[in-house]
């Protein structure tokens, strides 16, 4: 008897959004600054999802957010807004009232860690127990060797075969590692360090989870653009002559991308 299929199924899913972190809420210098960002490139972003954090704004110019406005903005350049982060409380009706969630995912860890400190104050603060003689315990026999324990499997993604135009790989709390060719509209993802022993065509962005340690290596960088925690630059004016078809490592320098040969150090 063939069984029947149900409706609907439920699954764990990981998806991959850009953090976009307003300091300004004027949808005209919004998109003045995107413009720039995306140098009138049509397809800079390619239908990403969006999270816009204002947590860097003061509570009057959250309150003035035309969220409509925003939305439509960053829908003209192919973003996707799906949810809002670091939103005041009082906000969050409008701006679930939009069709936007509110992402509390940076509030509930900073509620967890202020939780923490709090039961670890409690517990200075309580009075030393008064030492009591304990009776002598009868000798304990010997324990045994303790085994060894197994070796720690390396947080690492390797793929072997070439990675299409419009393909995304993420490589989620480990390095990425590309044996093959990286074509142009294809996405590479860690949140360590990216290593490409290949051209490197398209986009990759190694530390997406804010760690600015991260780089990216690859056997010929033809990139579109190459980013570190966040961090970004974009090569519409071609790559330097010097290190066209050589080994080089990309790195986060402060706020600055910097692009080495890769005996640099």
């Known amino acids: 008897m063939q069984k029947t299929r149900k409706p609907i199924e439920i699954k764990i899913s990981t998806v991959v959004a850009i953090s976009a972190i307003l300091h300004e809420t004027d949808p005209t210098s919004l998109e003045k600054a995107l413009k720039e960002m995306t140098g009138g490139v049509a397809d800079f972003f390619e239908d990403e999802f969006a999270v816009l954090d204002i947590g860097t704004l003061d509570a009057a110019a959250a309150a003035a957010i035309d969220w409509s406005a925003v939305v439509a903005l ?16 009082e906000l969050h009706s409008g701006i679930v009232a939009q ?14 860690a202020n939780a923490r400190a709090q039961e670890a104050a409690a ?30 499997v390396a947080n ?12 995304r790989i993420y490589a989620r709390g480990a390095d990425l590692v590309v044996l093959a060719v990286v074509n142009n509209g294809a996405e590479l ?11 490197l065509r398209g986009r990759a962005l190694a530390g997406a989870s804010g760690n600015t340690s991260a780089r990216i290596f690859a056997a010929s960088l033809e990139a579109e653009l190459v980013s570190i925690a966040g961090v970004y630059r ?24 910097d692009v080495l040969p890769m005996a640099a150090s």
């Not at 069709?99 to 940076?106: C, F, H, K, T, V």
């Not at 690492?156 to 393909?167: E, K, L, N, S, Y």
């Not at 949140?191 to 051209?199: L, N, S």
């Not at 974009?234 to 991308?257: D, M, S, Y």
């Open 123 to 152: 517990q200075q603060a309580e009075p030393a127990p008064t030492p009591v003689a304990a009776p002598a315990a009868p000798a304990a026999p010997a324990a045994p060797a303790p085994q060894s324990a197994p070796a720690p």
């Open 74 to 89: 960053f829908k003209r350049f192919r973003l996707n807004t799906v949810a809002v982060r670091n939103a005041p409380e």
């Open 156 to 167: 690492t993604v390797v793929i072997d075969t070439p990675v299409r135009a419009g393909q």
């Open 189 to 199: 993802i860690a949140d360590g360090c990216i290593h490409v022993y290949a051209p």
């Open 99 to 112: 069709g936007l969630a509110i992402d509390n995912s940076a509030v509930a860890g900073a509620g967890t």
């Open 234 to 257: 974009t090569f519409e004016n071609g790559h330097a002559p010097e290190l066209a078809g050589k080994q080089v490592q990309v790195r986060l320098q402060g706020e600055r991308i």
